[in-house]
């Protein structure tokens, strides 16, 4: 008579669990990377928002501080705010003298950090808002303001920054959002 | 003597066989029930979910497009300088107009190119020759842009597909399911005061388009996900007293297909350039 060999079957137990363990362990795994994956993606849209809701509120603070504005003068020769820095003859930002945001009650804080500058484009334009391509005066502009006559316009640009303390830098880093926009000021 | 049955060798009685079977085949018709009823979940879920995306992709578009209309290089400009009288691809712009509607599901924008990267819907970068190496256009010392070289596009619905069709370009298709499209334009008649005096869907000549409110119907690529429960949006052809929420809103008739899972969505966007 044979004996059948009984102890030979006594590690299977342990080989199928380890297997189911290993399967379950790559689910459970695999489940976690894609919750890390969205919650990434969630997080950048989320920071995304933050940034242009703060850029957005610099960029709305220097408008307005523009529409309130008697005059505006170059930063050079004055230390009013608001005061513009040189002529907006390129695209690059250069964020080195700027405004940090403290909205127009100079209280205010937000989330992310944010600030401004603004430049010049061009005026006087009289009444109406020019009308020819013409009608630029590129030279005697910069100086103008306080010569020009009662309802003649002045373009400016605004640029905006929002970062997150620390990723700040002078021209527009990929961590940070910039928004540019026209404004202009009707001479009182 | 009957021989003692062994232990080792007792059998399944028959009670038991069908015992067993009985609590067996309850069992998996509730497994069944419960797998059915989470597919169906499942690819409703699905269905729902590819209509939120593809209605927020299509709303952020629009308002991504419309946001450029109306940009000029020079902002002392007046529109109607800036945006002479042109007719190209069945858009017929008046001087000063930015955004014209064509028809129902029409809409054709165009707006200066504010430096070489400027990308129109196709996503290819500013075609003419015009000097923008300077962001605006202010200077006299430099040659002015061309304005023959304003960008337009045009953007509408064409086979269940939004499309962005440009100059001397196929039209390519930028969100896919959508059913219906529908803008409601703010406008008023004077190029000098910024300003929305009233809505309307069909402006007239010449009115100036300040501020859009748009509406996309979405419909969800599979079939058979509404289970016999008509959406709300659907009007009923045999029954002319229930109108559907798409058809109050927009008056276009909307007959559902039966079983195809309906998403509307909306918004509005003011044209930045054109308004205060």
């Not at chain 1, 363990?21 to 894609?34: K, N, Q, Y």
């Not at chain 2, 879920?45 to 952020?60: D, T, W």
């Amino acid at each position: 008579m044979t004996v059948f060999p009984r102890h030979r079957q006594h590690g299977a137990v342990l080989v199928i669990a380890l297997v189911m363990l290993l399967i379950v362990t790559l689910l459970g795994v695999g489940s976690m990377r894609e919750v890390a994956l969205e919650s990434r993606i969630t997080g950048n849209l989320i920071e995304q928002k933050k940034l242009r809701n703060a850029a957005e509120s610099a960029q709305r603070e220097a408008e307005r501080r523009i529409a309130g504005a008697e005059s505006i003068e170059d930063c050079s020769m004055v230390s009013d705010i608001p005061c513009y820095h040189g002529k907006a003859d390129t695209y690059d930002y250069d964020f080195s003298d700027k405004e940090n945001y403290s909205g127009l009650d100079g209280l205010t804080t937000l989330e992310r950090d944010a600030r401004w500058y603004i430049r010049f484009i061009g005026g006087p334009y009289n009444a109406g808002g020019g009308g020819t391509n013409d009608a630029g005066n590129a030279g005697g502009a910069l100086a103008g303001i306080e010569t020009a006559e009662s309802g003649s316009s002045f373009f400016y640009e605004v640029n905006a920054q929002a970062y997150k303390d620390g990723d700040e830098d002078d021209t527009c880093a990929p961590a940070t959002l910039c928004l540019t926009s026209t404004t202009l000021l009707i001479k009182k | 003597m009957f021989p003692i049955p062994s232990r080792n060798q007792r059998g399944l009685s028959l009670v038991e066989l069908m015992v067993a079977m009985a609590l067996s085949s309850f069992l998996i018709l509730g497994v069944t029930q419960i797998y059915l009823d989470n597919k169906r979940n499942y690819l409703y879920q699905q269905g729902q979910g590819e209509n939120v995306e593809n209605g927020r992709f299509a709303l952020m578009l629009i308002s991504e497009r419309l946001a450029k209309a109306g940009y000029r290089r020079n902002p002392a400009l007046t529109m109607d300088i800036a945006f002479p009288a042109q007719s190209v691809d069945g858009c017929a712009f008046k001087e000063g107009q930015a955004v014209i509607r064509v028809d129902d599901a029409t809409l054709c924008l165009r707006y200066q190119p504010r430096d070489e990267n400027e990308t129109n819907c196709l996503g290819n970068t500013f075609p003419g020759s015009s000097d923008l190496s300077k962001p605006y256009d202010s200077d006299t010392t430099q040659a002015h842009f061309n304005t023959s070289e304003i960008m337009v596009e045009k953007i509408f619905l064409d086979g269940g597909a939004l499309k962005c069709k440009v100059p001397d370009q196929t039209a390519q298709e930028l969100v896919s399911n959508i059913a219906g499209l529908y803008f409601d334009y703010g406008v008023n008649s004077d190029l000098y005061t910024l300003k929305v005096n009233s809505y309307t869907t069909t402006p007239g000549p010449g009115d100036i388009i300040r501020a859009l409110r748009y509406s996309t119907l979405l419909v969800a690529s599979t079939n058979n996900l509404t289970q016999g429960v008509e959406s709300k949006i659907c009007s009923n052809p045999n029954n002319d007293d229930e109108i559907g929420d798409w058809e109050k809103l927009t008056g276009q008739t909307l007959t559902c297909e039966s079983g195809k899972l309906y998403q509307m969505v909306s918004s509005s966007s003011t044209l930045r350039n054109l308004m205060p």
